[in-house]
């Protein structure tokens, strides 16, 4: 299973960036899909999540101005970025929770992308 990240790039304040991670391999389903994004100096942290039937949780950071959806029959999920800060200046990483064939839950990460946004 690989997980397979695009979007980012660099941007001005209030500006906006969309994200797309597309999970591809041999499993059985997909449960929650989430962004995470790591500023320099700083730790991870979750910026949004969705579960299997669609529900939302939002970092108090970014509600109002990013959201999350997925494609299930396309084992996908998408992250706009809307009026942007400088402060969202991170690498994004999607993150999914994905049910093997052998009926296993794991984690898996995609490779990281870069947004910057200018002041």
């Known amino acids: 299973v690989q997980l397979q990240a695009s979007g980012g790039g660099l941007v001005q304040a209030g500006g906006s960036l969309d994200h797309t991670c597309v999970a591809s391999g041999e499993f059985y389903n997909i449960n929650n899909m989430a962004w995470y994004r790591q500023a320099p100096g700083k730790q991870r942290e979750l910026v949004a999540t969705?579960?299997?039937?669609?529900?939302?949780d939002f970092a108090d950071s970014v509600k109002g101005r990013f959201s999350i959806s997925r494609d299930n029959g396309k084992d996908t999920v998408y992250l706009k970025m809307d009026s942007l800060k400088p402060e969202d200046t991170a690498v994004y990483y999607c993150?999914?929770?994905?049910?093997?064939?052998?009926?296993?839950?794991?984690?898996?990460w995609g490779k990281g992308t870069q947004v910057t946004v200018s002041s």
């Open positions: 969705i579960t299997r039937g669609g529900n939302r």
């Open positions: 993150n999914m929770e994905i049910t093997g064939v052998e009926f296993i839950q794991k984690n898996y």
